[in-house]
């Protein structure tokens, strides 16, 4: 238990962290930079990637029997689509050069003066008997290819049935006959499972962040004191345990106040914007409102930045300079990233939920993946895999301490992990410096 | 009462011997010196003093108590490594080392102000550290080490690196912390500091003590030398180890560098060559220093060879 006096050195070196972090332009910039970043991309991207080049579409039908039928059928889905008279040169061609007559316009670059963007649609002389019909598309194939489809298939089989004897109106009313079919979809349009995960996925997504971010400004704060030869003065007045709790304290309030801001951001945007956007707000606010996550949330998010923390720690207490600091960083953040990162967006999909639950059994994934899937996980799995999270920070936290007591005045340490390696099997080995 | 008692305190390192058997005590108003060459064992020393490394062996007491870390409020500590948070004010600074010594809020503040100005820095106050000379950031840190009026002030080094004009105040510094009741302990490897301010000393060589008690003391352990200029060989003269000839001189004189026997002084040998007419052109008795004494007592284990090795 810790005496009152160890609290208040502990709040003495937190609250010296704290300020310095507040004092640093990239804290308020990660700060405000964060939440404006998806707004911005929500707000400005759509124009960015709005194509004003119309659609068109070219109907060389030589059989002359259902270009009309076609352009109907195409104006009746979207009005917007151009249908463009064909060249004089596509229409005198023989069919088997219109391939390579056709290949400019689906290939950008080309001989074709202007940007072509469309479908160019070629129906053979002898349709319906020959029903060798070609499309050629500028892009991917959109809803006028199955209209186009839909509309020559329509047209082959009332021909045909009116061929084999039924009149007319029997071939129209054969071929029209679907079954009623009654969709049912879920609420607000997604799936069960992304609405239970999609508000914690969304803080898993943050602590992840942020974390990283937390991570750096603990290790810069632990490298100046080292390279600055501050640490000496420092334990003439309080001990390892203080400057390491004090710094995991401070770390802790970085954490939650960039965590708060954002959280609070990113609820205000979903309130303000999500209706605009068609984002219903209220099911994503209610899977942040469950028992599941109020209550484990604060929970992995304690231990994934304790873990965190730890790691800094490791690499912060042999490192002399935030160079050579961050070299050892970022593999360890690169694990930690690039497989979270890819599991999160597969767990707001609905997808690959086998290989995340087995996934979330690693320590330094665990907390993040469990924070994104608390209303979904069984229980006994995030109770199980909160056990092990305990057992490993109560593993971690003492070697570390060992380790940064063995190495905190070491400065002959060899850098690197090598030099790493042989401190925390000296650390292992000796209890005291 | 002791502020500071330590008793057959030893410390390895692996199969090295940082420090063997160490005992001394230093009194409330007393200026302790602790001597010794690079690698002899004081900052090892001075980190067990302060709990940073543990011991292997023996009892250190502060204040009368076994040594805790609670004690560390009364103490003021200047490390040989120097170091301030380059983003941090010098009044930041100083407050946040009161603070960390119990000094509450408004008395850090008081102290702070009062320590800018006894060091001339109150108009740099405001300034960060990173914008400050060296010699301007020697003094914040000298600062941090006295805010609280510690009862037990250790200085390690604390003349390296320092310009004369903040050796000067230190030194007053030190002096003023010893009037006003401080025990002072400092490492030194400087002795012309060391004798100037010491009390007591102790001269560590290789981690063991060679030398414990006051400064003439420390000198009286160095052979005894005279200069004479005589016409006589002067080796027979009762008391004397050995006669050197170093110069000759006109009409037979010359001169000689003599070593006396333990405990014999040289105004025995004065008084001997005067009754007994033996003629003298010249008798000097250089005054040994410290730093002779030091090289005398520490000699082998301060050669650039022993240190090596």
């Known amino acids: ?433 | 009462m002791t502020v500071l008692d330590i008793r057959n305190v030893s410390k390895n390192f692996g199969t090295k011997q940082a420090v063997k058997d160490l005992n001394f005590s230093v009194s409330p108003g007393e200026i302790f010196g602790f001597l010794g060459g690079n690698g002899a064992g004081k900052t090892t020393s001075l980190r067990m003093i302060l709990d940073i490394i543990r011991p292997d062996t023996g009892t250190i007491a502060l204040f009368g108590e076994p040594a805790q870390k609670e004690q560390h409020a009364n103490i003021g500590f200047l490390p040989e490594e120097r170091g301030l948070y380059r983003n941090m004010t010098a009044f930041e600074t100083l407050i946040y080392f009161g603070r960390l010594k119990n000094l509450s809020q408004r008395e850090a503040r008081t102290r702070a102000q009062d320590i800018l100005k006894r060091f001339g820095l109150t108009a740099e106050s405001t300034k960060k550290v990173s914008d400050f000379s060296k010699g301007m950031a020697q003094k914040v840190q000298i600062g941090t080490a006295l805010i609280h009026q510690p009862k037990l002030l250790i200085l390690d080094e604390p003349f390296s690196g320092l310009d004369p004009i903040n050796q000067t105040l230190l030194e007053h510094e030190i002096t003023n912390a010893a009037q006003n009741g401080a025990a002072v302990l400092f490492s030194t490897h400087i002795m012309q500091h060391a004798e100037r301010l010491s009390d007591r000393i102790l001269i560590l060589a290789r981690g063991e003590t060679r030398f414990h008690g006051t400064v003439p003391e420390a000198l009286h352990q160095i052979s005894n030398t005279i200069t004479l200029t005589t016409r006589t060989d002067p080796s027979s003269l009762p008391g004397i180890i050995q006669a050197t000839p170093v110069m000759q001189e006109d009409d037979g004189w010359s001169q000689w560098a003599v070593t006396l026997a333990p405990g014999q002084s040289a105004e025995n040998v004065l008084l001997h060559c005067t009754q007994n007419a033996i003629p003298l052109k010249g008798f000097e008795q250089p005054k040994p220093s410290l730093h002779d004494a030091f090289i005398h007592i520490a000699g082998d284990a301060a050669s650039p060879s022993a240190q090596a090795a």
């Open chain 1, 1 to 433: 238990m810790l005496s009152r006096t160890s609290l208040r050195y502990i709040w003495l070196i937190a609250l010296r962290d704290f300020q310095q972090t507040l004092r640093t332009k990239s804290f308020w910039l990660t700060v405000v930079f964060v939440p404006l970043f998806p707004l911005l991309m929500g707000s400005v991207m759509p124009h960015l990637i709005h194509d004003t080049t119309p659609e068109q579409t070219i109907i060389l039908d030589k059989s002359g029997t259902v270009a009309s039928t076609l352009e109907h059928a195409i104006h009746k889905d979207d009005p917007t689509v151009q249908i463009t008279p064909p060249p004089a040169a596509l229409t005198a061609a023989e069919p088997d050069h219109l391939a390579s007559l056709l290949k400019p316009y689906i290939s950008p670059g080309k001989s074709v003066q202007h940007p072509f963007k469309g479908y160019i649609v070629a129906i053979p002389a002898a349709f319906p008997q020959d029903s060798h019909v070609q499309i050629w598309i500028s892009h991917s194939p959109g809803s006028i290819l199955t209209i186009i489809k839909a509309t020559l298939a329509h047209d082959m089989r009332i021909k045909g049935m009116t061929d084999a004897g039924l009149s007319p109106e029997i071939a129209v009313q054969i071929n029209g006959a679907t079954p009623s079919i009654g969709l049912h979809l879920p609420e607000h349009g997604l799936s069960a499972d992304m609405l239970r995960n999609i508000g914690p996925t969304a803080l898993a997504l943050m602590l992840l962040i942020s974390t990283i971010f937390t991570t750096q400004w603990l290790l810069q704060a632990l490298v100046e004191e080292r390279s600055g030869k501050l640490l000496e003065a420092l334990l003439s007045s309080v001990s390892v345990d203080h400057i390491m709790l004090g710094k995991l304290l401070a770390a802790l309030m970085s954490l939650c106040l960039l965590f708060g801001t954002w959280i609070t951001a990113g609820i205000s945007l979903l309130t303000h914007f999500g209706p605009q956007l068609g984002v219903e707000p209220a099911p994503i606010l209610a899977s942040l409102l469950t028992p599941r996550v109020l209550i484990g949330a604060p929970f992995f998010f304690l231990t994934g930045a304790t873990l965190m923390a730890m790691i800094a720690f490791a690499v912060g207490v042999r490192c002399d300079t935030t160079r050579e600091a961050q070299g050892m960083l970022a593999p360890v953040l690169m694990a930690l990233i690039l497989p979270v990162e890819i599991l999160l967006q597969l767990t707001v999909a609905g997808v690959a939920t086998q290989s995340i639950s087995q996934l979330r059994w690693i320590p330094l994934w665990t907390p993040f993946l469990n924070l994104s899937q608390l209303n979904s996980a069984p229980l006994w799995e995030l109770i199980v895999q909160g056990g092990e999270m305990l057992v490993v920070c109560a593993i971690l936290v003492p070697l570390i301490n060992r380790l940064f007591r063995h190495s905190i005045l070491d400065y002959s340490a060899a850098p690197g992990w090598k030099g790493m390696k042989t401190a925390l099997l000296h650390a292992i080995k000796n209890r005291d410096a």
